[in-house]
């Protein structure tokens, strides 16, 4: 038998407590586990439609010699169209390998051992990961009304608090704060702290009182703004998000920033992605705005309590547990997210997609409450 | 969760040469006191620690490898470990059951771990990455409670919240407890509040209550890490009147769900629960079955488990032999597990002559869990010696637990069965994989 060999001793304490995180295995080998011919994937609030036209073109003509050059090293390209389109300066944004990348980027620009960051317990929890593997504190604040708890998270500052991410649209509850809420948020910190709104699924957020807060970051230099390819721009697969911010705070975060870790093609299709007509982005809109009618309409039929707010996403409360659906669900061709992990045990998350994923889903969650 | 405290050790690193003798014993003596066992107890670890390093001297180590001890305290109970790299083992002596003699003709006095286990509360022993680890554990005395005739009045609040309680809430909860439920429904650490103070201070166990607006408590829900990927749920408790069930199940479903939510971001996989009560859990969790044991007084006692995944199972690989095919697939069916059963069976390879298992004796409860820790051609042997020796212990609840996810140890699923095991319960991601459990029958009186 082989010999087991540790390194335990020589892992920090904070990384000797974390879990890794368990991604899911490729469709087929679940395919072959589960017994299902098919797989309708409503997990990751992908955009069942794909890139947008253009961004798809891009995509097709990559010319494989390609490959073997780097890319731009800091998306000089992408860069300079976001300065155009929304007024600012290149070296406000920073470009990642996904927007999981730039939050590490920005916890690991301002925090040191013994600070701390504040966030909601029940939100994306990438936040709270990458701060706890970077061995600071995360504190979190429960939600209110599903909602991030702004009077709560104020609260709880004190001398090493960092930085306060708020997701906005909240993934997966859907709340959102509105511009006057994010403003007087901004106002209260008065610029004494890094403040992070993740944007990550605000091209789905059609109400007008959603703040514009790339506008808002002239105001308040201490505003870090995320977005990302990944949701509404499918482009998941080739990962690539930003953040953008104050000449002031980009200028710290970029020095803990990866060069080269976004790869050409993805920078290309984002290219083709800002230079979109939107016709994309409408598109999109009217799909899920007309799926989330009728599984909302199927859901109260049920008389199931559900969440349906902003973003590609409803979240369902169903009576048992949401790993065990899961599991019922997977062996009829369809993946859901449990939310237990989220801090909403029994609730899942399903993504908006094309309606006969959706009626998969449907018949699915039929077959499973009915017995 | 509640914070987990930090609590002091101490350690020494020994020859295994019996001239320490004096030196491990007088360690082992004064670190229990000063880890908080009173005299009678510290004496008993100290007995036990003489009967193990005697043994660990004279037949496993016999090469003068070194010995790390280590003892601590982990809030109810002082633990001292005794660990050694494997490959300076005689491995066949690792076992509870070796001795210089045949089992039959064996004088039980020199059988050293038996001897050792009998003057603590448990004894494990267990390999741990590439160590080897035998554990005397004994507990703290703490005074059993003495409750007066009159029952606390039951809960009819319908607002509460959820909180973590103070030393003084968790003996209160301790004191409800005993009043609303049998004695053989609820763990023994509810007769002693202290030991429960100290379970949660420890910071292995954590707890919350459901609390009225006066401060009044409504019920309460304990878990614990029960091993690497499992969380065991205790609870939840409900002090409500029977006639007003909705505030009642209102209690229990939001401390299983604070309990789960705490739970959820931790490394565990898997919840494990054996309610006190039937009928209000399916929503949360899902029936394993049941397993029957008997208490000292020769009382049966039937157990149901529940469990939950925490997150989503991507499957995994279950190791069997073809023996027991139909009973995993039965059980995965019934529990919509999706599984990848591989067969595994002896081939005529080349084993090691001699097998090691671990064995886990909890005196408290007349129960022993069985491990193999090494695979050896002597396996049938080796297995009918540790159930002669059960027997002659008095010992009657055996339970055999085979980690599915490693192929060698499914293997010896066939000598289970031959020698009067069954499998009873699958216990999923309890192990590398799912955690077969096997039942020796007949284990009655």
Not at chain 1, 175 to 191: A, E, H, M, P, V
Not at chain 2, 160 to 179: G, N, Q, V, Y
Not at chain 2, 395 to 417: M, T
Not at chain 2, 419 to 427: D, E, K, R
């Amino acid at each position: 038998m082989k010999q087991p060999v540790s390194f335990q001793h020589l892992a920090p304490d904070y990384i000797q407590r974390f879990e890794a995180y368990i991604p899911s295995k490729p469709d087929d080998e679940l395919k072959r586990l589960f017994g299902c011919s098919h797989l309708f994937r409503l997990n990751n609030n992908e955009n069942p439609l794909g890139p947008c036209l253009s961004a798809a073109r891009m995509i097709s003509s990559f010319v494989p010699s390609q490959a073997s050059i780097y890319p731009s090293g800091d998306c000089w390209l992408l860069r300079q169209k976001l300065a155009e389109k929304h007024g600012m300066d290149p070296n406000q944004f920073l470009f990642g390998n996904g927007a999981n990348e730039v939050i590490a980027f920005v916890i690991k620009a301002f925090c040191q051992k013994g600070d701390n960051i504040i966030t909601a317990d029940k939100t994306f929890a990438v936040y709270e990961w990458v701060a706890e593997f970077s061995g600071i504190e995360a504190r979190r604040v429960p939600l209110k009304d599903y909602g991030f708890d702004d009077d709560e998270m104020i609260r709880v500052i004190d001398d090493h608090t960092k930085i306060l991410f708020v997701c906005n649209p909240n993934n997966p509850t859907g709340t959102y704060w509105d511009s006057g809420k994010l403003r007087g948020f901004l106002n209260r910190i008065n610029g004494r702290r890094i403040v992070v709104v993740d944007e990550a699924y605000c091209e789905f957020v059609e109400k007008p009182d959603f703040p514009d807060s790339m506008s808002m970051i002239a105001e308040y230099p201490n505003l870090v703004v995320f977005r990302t390819f990944s949701k509404m721009h499918a482009l998941a697969g080739l990962r690539i998000g930003y953040l953008a911010g104050s000449s002031e705070a980009v200028d710290i975060i970029r020095r803990t920033c990866v060069v080269y870790s976004v790869n050409t093609l993805a920078q290309a299709a984002a290219l083709a992605v800002l230079e979109d007509n939107g016709e994309h982005v409408q598109q999109t809109r009217d799909l899920v705005r007309r799926q989330k009618q009728v599984l909302t309409e199927y859901l109260a039929n049920w008389g199931l309590q559900f969440l349906s707010g902003e973003g590609n996403f409803i979240m369902i409360r169903l009576p048992m547990s949401d790993s065990l659906a899961y599991r019922r669900l997977m062996m009829q061709g369809v993946m859901i997210r449990t939310m237990t992990g989220f801090r909403f045990p029994n609730w899942i998350r399903v993504t908006i997609a094309l309606p006969d994923a959706m009626d998969s889903f449907m018949t699915g969650l039929n077959n499973i409450l009915k017995t | 969760m509640n914070a987990p405290v930090l609590l002091p050790h101490t350690s020494i690193r020994v020859t295994a040469n019996d001239m320490f003798l004096p030196v491990v014993m007088t360690f082992v003596e004064q670190s229990s006191l000063a880890l908080g066992l009173g005299k009678p107890e510290a004496l008993k670890m100290t007995l036990a620690s003489e009967e193990l390093f005697l043994h660990l001297c004279r037949v496993v180590i016999p090469n003068l490898g070194m010995i790390n001890i280590r003892c601590a305290c982990k809030g109810h109970v002082v633990r001292s470990d005794f660990s050694f790299p494997e490959t300076s083992l005689n491995l066949h002596a690792f076992n509870i059951t070796a001795s210089p003699q045949p089992l039959e003709t064996a004088d039980m006095d020199q059988m050293r771990l038996i001897l050792a286990s009998r003057s603590v509360d448990r004894l494990k022993i267990r390999r741990k990455k590439n160590l080897l680890q035998i554990s005397l554990i004994k507990e703290k005395k703490y005074p059993q409670a003495l409750d007066g005739q009159k029952k606390p009045y039951p809960f009819t609040c319908r607002d509460f919240a959820i909180h973590c309680p103070t030393a003084e809430e968790l003996k209160f909860l301790a004191l409800l407890i005993r009043s609303f439920y049998a004695n053989n429904k609820i763990p023994r650490f509810f007769q002693y509040p202290g030991m429960l103070v100290d379970m949660i201070r420890g910071g292995d166990y954590h707890a919350i209550i459901a609390q009225g607006p006066a401060g009044e408590i409504g019920g309460g829900i304990v878990w614990h890490l029960l091993s690497d990927k499992t969380v065991e749920v205790i609870g939840p408790y409900i002090f409500g009147d029977s006639g007003s069930s909705r505030p009642v199940l209102n209690i229990a479903a939001s401390l299983i769900e604070a309990c789960i939510s705490e739970v959820g971001r931790t490394s565990a996989i898997a919840m494990i629960c054996y309610p006190p009560e039937s009928g209000q859990y399916d929503e949360y969790f899902e029936y394993l079955g049941h397993i029957n044991s008997y208490s000292t007084s020769g009382v049966q006692v039937q157990r149901s488990s529940w469990f939950r995944m925490i997150h989503e199972d991507f499957g995994t690989v279950v190791w069997a032999t073809k023996d027991i095919e139909d009973f995993l697939q039965q059980t995965y069916r019934r529990l919509f597990l999706s599984r990848d059963i591989r067969k595994v069976a002896d081939d005529g390879e080349t084993q090691h002559a001699h097998s090691v298992l671990s064995t886990n004796i909890d005196r408290l409860r007349y129960k022993v869990s069985l491990d193999i820790l090494w695979p050896g051609a002597d396996i049938e042997d080796n297995l009918s010696r540790h159930l002669q020796l059960f027997q002659k212990e008095g010992i009657r609840n055996v339970i055999f637990e085979i980690d599915s996810g490693i192929a060698w140890k499914s293997a010896i699923i066939p000598c289970l069965l031959k020698n009067g095991f069954q499998p009873i319960q699958i216990l999923p991601y309890a192990g590398d994989g799912d955690v077969i459990l096997f039942q020796l029958f007949p284990c009655g009186p």
